[in-house]
């Protein structure tokens, strides 16, 4: 597939659902949507390449059990996700970085999730990266259980049957029927955007806070000489 050209097969929808099929792609959503490891993973892209090709024909699996299934799986990782943060809680933000973890990003969802809310779980399910931290915060910072699940279903339901069904809708268009595989180009075009904007902007941030830093001074002649005398 010419898509497997633009990079990893990690970020080609296609190649994953041919295989690992379903189940694979329910295991993605299911990291993606509340584990550490989770976050690099390309599930807007999966969901909507899998209502895509359902509808194509190309995928032989029931729309209605993927979008059921999809939608369990992304709730029952946020809950994995909350009580993983309830549990590791505020020592979560010392945790040092690894290739795997970035500290920024724990702050990101923070910021996010201090800015809306327990309505952040919904929103976030639509923001890459901020998804797979929001629902760890919301166990750290001690949100109430019934808030929590309340919203997490709301948000799962809404990103899991919605971006799945747009994928499914484009598939009856005929121009995307008979292109399947220059849309799906644009697909992992697309999913890495978001990739490529955090790395530029973690980049910038970083060049204006080694700009702001002071220099170090150095001591005075006349220190000098006391410490020298010494």
């Given at each position: 597939m010419?898509?497997?050209?633009l990079g990893?097969?990690w970020?080609?929808p296609n190649?994953?659902?041919?295989t690992?099929?379903i189940?694979?792609?329910l295991l993605?959503?299911?990291a993606e949507?509340g584990?550490l490891?989770?976050?690099?993973?390309?599930?807007?892209?999966?969901?909507f390449t899998c209502?895509l090709l359902?509808t194509?024909?190309?995928?032989?699996f029931?729309?209605?059990a993927?979008?059921?299934?999809?939608?369990?799986a992304?709730?029952?990782?946020d809950?994995?996700?909350y009580l993983?943060g309830?549990?590791v809680?505020?020592?979560?933000?010392n945790?040092?970085?690894?290739?795997?973890?970035?500290q920024e990003?724990?702050?990101?969802a923070?910021?996010?999730?201090?800015?809306?809310?327990?309505?952040?779980?919904?929103?976030?399910?639509f923001?890459?990266?901020?998804r797979?931290?929001t629902?760890i915060?919301?166990?750290?910072?001690?949100?109430?259980?019934?808030?929590f699940?309340?919203f997490?279903?709301i948000?799962?339901?809404?990103w899991?049957?919605?971006?799945?069904l747009?994928?499914?809708w484009?598939?009856?268009?005929?121009?995307v029927?008979?292109n399947?595989?220059?849309i799906?180009i644009?697909?992992?075009?697309?999913s890495?955007v978001?990739?490529a904007?955090?790395?530029?902007?973690?980049?910038g941030?970083?060049?204006?806070?080694?700009?702001?830093?002071p220099?170090p001074?150095?001591?005075?002649?006349g220190q000098?000489g006391?410490?020298?005398?010494?």
């Amino acid at each position: 597939m010419t898509t497997l050209a633009l990079g990893p097969s990690w970020l080609d929808p296609n190649h994953l659902l041919n295989t690992f099929g379903i189940w694979g792609l329910l295991l993605v959503v299911f990291a993606e949507s509340g584990l550490l490891i989770g976050f690099f993973l390309p599930g807007d892209s999966l969901l909507f390449t899998c209502g895509l090709l359902i509808t194509a024909g190309t995928l032989d699996f029931p729309l209605w059990a993927a979008i059921a299934l999809i939608c369990l799986a992304a709730v029952l990782g946020d809950q994995a996700g909350y009580l993983f943060g309830k549990k590791v809680g505020p020592s979560l933000f010392n945790r040092p970085d690894s290739r795997l973890f970035k500290q920024e990003n724990v702050v990101k969802a923070h910021e996010f999730f201090e800015k809306y809310g327990p309505k952040s779980l919904v929103l976030a399910r639509f923001v890459p990266i901020v998804r797979t931290f929001t629902p760890i915060i919301a166990g750290v910072s001690g949100m109430k259980y019934r808030s929590f699940i309340t919203f997490n279903v709301i948000g799962g339901v809404l990103w899991g049957a919605g971006v799945t069904l747009l994928g499914s809708w484009l598939g009856n268009i005929e121009f995307v029927h008979k292109n399947i595989e220059l849309i799906l180009i644009l697909i992992v075009l697309v999913s890495v955007v978001p990739i490529a904007i955090e790395f530029l902007r973690a980049r910038g941030k970083a060049k204006k806070a080694a700009a702001a830093a002071p220099e170090p001074q150095a001591p005075a002649q006349g220190q000098r000489g006391r410490h020298a005398k010494r």
